[in-house]
């Protein structure tokens, strides 16, 4: 959702997305962690649920995972 808006490979606005998904994250009920490696950014999230007590749910990645349609 947020990279439609801001550049991955600008640190300061891939800082900038990192902070609002941060402050998304405090209103969810679980965060859902996937694939095998956990990125910098992931790993700020997978932190801030911890302080939060928002549940973790760890899953590896597959192609069945894949959606076939665009989500618009």
């Known amino acids: ?13 891939r800082e ?3 902070k609002m998904g941060l402050r998304l994250l405090a209103s ?4 859902w ?3 095998d490696r ?5 790993r700020r999230e997978i932190a801030e649920a911890e302080k939060l007590d928002i549940p973790i749910i760890y ?3 597959s192609e069945e995972m894949c959606i076939s349609t665009p989500i618009i």
């Open 16 to 18: 900038q997305g990192i």
């Open 1 to 13: 959702m947020i990279p439609r808006f801001l550049e991955e490979n600008n640190p300061a606005e």
């Open 38 to 42: 956990i990125s910098e950014g992931m």
């Open 33 to 35: 962690a996937f694939g």
């Open 28 to 31: 969810c009920d679980a965060l």
């Open 59 to 61: 899953q590896e990645w």
